[in-house]
Structure formats: C-alpha cells, structure tokens
C-alpha cells in the first residue's frame, strides 16, 4: 500500500514563505510523477505544480515565478517552496503521485491527506 505524507503547511503573513514536502512509502519501484493540487473553500481541486521522472516540470500560471516544484528521486519526495504568497494561494494542498509502480502493481495514482496553507495577516 503506497502512502503519502505531507508536511510544511501552516499559517504565513502575505509576502511570506513556506516549504511543503510529501514523501511517498510502500515498495514503491518507481513515480512517473510526482505534484501539488490545491483546492480553496467553495472552489474545484486545481493543479499547482507537477514534477516528471525526467525532470520536466509545470506549473499553473497563477504560481509561476513564486513557487518551484523540486524533486529527490532516490527518496520518492517532493517539495514545494512557496514565496511571495498572497492571500489567494489560502488552500488545502494536497501531493500527487501519479504512475506507480510497486512491487505488486502499476499504472496506480495516489493523493496525500493534505496540508492546509494559510495566508493572512
């Protein structure tokens, strides 16, 4: 069974930082990708950043230019360091592992609990 934790969220003044980081267990042989999705109260779960195994990455444009999506492979973990941060980037961020293969299946997509980001002052 894949698990993913995530952990770094919290509440920040507007301007400020933060890091999130999501670590992936369970067997697993390798994540096609891994990424950040957001979701804001009354509104739908939107992409934030996404990380590929072969180092392409995308981000919505909404972040670009304040958030970087970086990934350790060796450690199936993902982070998210959030600069700049405005009070609309306020959301439940959750992590993405997409592809998995373990040692018993393939093909599988997995989402973390989530990790509520506050900007407010």
């Known amino acids: 069974q894949v698990q993913l934790v995530e952990s770094g969220g919290g509440l920040v003044q507007p301007g400020g930082s933060l890091r999130l980081s999501c670590k992936a267990s369970?067997?697993?042989?390798?994540?096609?990708?891994m990424g950040w999705y957001r979701q804001a109260p009354g509104k739908q779960r939107e992409l934030v950043a996404v990380?590929?195994?072969?180092?392409?990455?995308d981000y919505a444009d909404s972040v670009k230019g304040r958030f970087s999506i970086s990934r350790d492979i060796l450690v199936d973990t993902v982070y998210l360091q959030m600069n700049s941060l405005k009070p609309e980037d306020t959301a439940v961020y959750y992590c993405n592992a997409e592809d998995v293969v373990t040692t018993t299946q393939s093909g599988m997509d997995y989402w973390g609990p989530g990790t509520l980001v506050t900007v407010s002052s």
């Open positions: 369970g067997n697993i042989f390798s994540i096609y990708s």
């Open positions: 990380a590929t195994n072969d180092g392409g990455t």
